[in-house]
Structure formats: C-alpha cells, structure tokens
C-alpha cells in the first residue's frame, strides 16, 4: 500500500509538472503551444488523482471530499481545454498544410489562426496552477 501511494504520488506529480511547466515556459507565446504535453498531463492527473483518492477512502482518514470534489472538476476543465486545443491545432495546421502545398499562404496567415488557442492554453495551464494551490493551501 505505501509503495503503491508513493508510485502513484510520483505519477501525480510528473502529471503536474507537465501542466505546470508547460504552461509557464509558453505563457507569453503566441503560437506553438504544446497541447500535448498538457493532455498527456491532465491525463495522468486525472487518473493518479482518482486512484489517490480510492486510496485515501481505503485508509483509516476520512479524505476531505469537497476539496478532491473541485479538484476533480477542475482538473476536468483542464482536460477538456488542452484536448480541444490539441484537435483545434491539429485542424489548424491540416488545413496549413494543405494549402502550403497549394503554394498560398503568407507567414502570418500561418501564425493568426493559432493566436486563438491561447485562451485555451491559459485556461488549461491558469486552472492546473489553481488545483495546484487547493491541493497545498486548503488543509
Ligand atoms: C490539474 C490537476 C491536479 C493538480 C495540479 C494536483 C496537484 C496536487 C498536488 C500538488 C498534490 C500534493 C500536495 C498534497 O498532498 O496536498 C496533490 C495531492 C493529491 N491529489 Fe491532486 N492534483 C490534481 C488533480 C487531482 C484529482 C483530479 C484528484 C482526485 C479527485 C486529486 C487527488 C489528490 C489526492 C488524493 C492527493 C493526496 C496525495 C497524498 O496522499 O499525499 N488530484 N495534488
């Protein structure tokens, strides 16, 4: 059980500084941004966290709910967020792709469409600092 916890804690902590990382290394980028660095992030999170949490509810304390309940959700979001921006800049750069090789597009036709998924960026990166901070601060 303890190796097990401190295997999935390590797992859990990877996740986070994949989301963490990623997103202060690119948070004044304006395009290529490394969406699957934070899916494969907020995956990991995702499962670690809710195997901790089985964890926890096995132990002998009672894990505090409502805190790992908002985590959840968030940590939701910031899956959601980074995976509609991995397929948006797949999409993005097809379509690039395509018509590069129909010999018509300028460097900022290229870079414009891509500005769009900062939103998205810094909604997955802005609220895995935000679990970050429920996870050490709320006891
Ligand atoms: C972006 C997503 C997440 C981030 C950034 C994050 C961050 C952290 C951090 C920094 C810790 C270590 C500090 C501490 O022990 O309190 C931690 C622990 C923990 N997290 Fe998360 N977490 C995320 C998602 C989740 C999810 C989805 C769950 C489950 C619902 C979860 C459940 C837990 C549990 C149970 C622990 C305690 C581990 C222990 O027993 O020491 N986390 N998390």
């Not at 195997?51 to 096995?58: H, I, K, R």
């Not at 792709?97 to 998924?117: I, T």
């Not at 900062?118 to 601060?137: D, E, P, Q, S, Y």
């Amino acid at each position: 059980m303890d190796f097990l916890h401190a295997l999935l804690l390590a797992a859990h902590l990877i996740g986070l500084s994949l989301l963490v990382g990623t997103f202060f290394v690119q948070m004044r980028a304006k395009s290529g941004f490394s969406f699957a660095i934070l899916l494969t992030g907020a995956s990991i999170q995702l499962v670690s966290g809710v195997a901790l949490y089985g964890l926890a509810m096995a132990g002998d304390e009672e894990p505090n709910h409502m805190k790992l309940g908002i985590k959840g959700i968030i940590a939701l979001v910031v899956f959601v967020a980074a995976l509609v921006g991995f397929l948006r800049q797949r999409a993005i750069r097809a379509e690039k792709a395509s018509l590069k090789a129909g010999g018509a597009v300028s460097v900022a036709d290229v870079e414009l469409p891509e500005r769009r998924l900062k939103t998205l960026f810094h909604i997955a990166g802005g609220l895995a600092v935000l679990n970050l901070l429920i996870a050490v601060f709320w006891g």
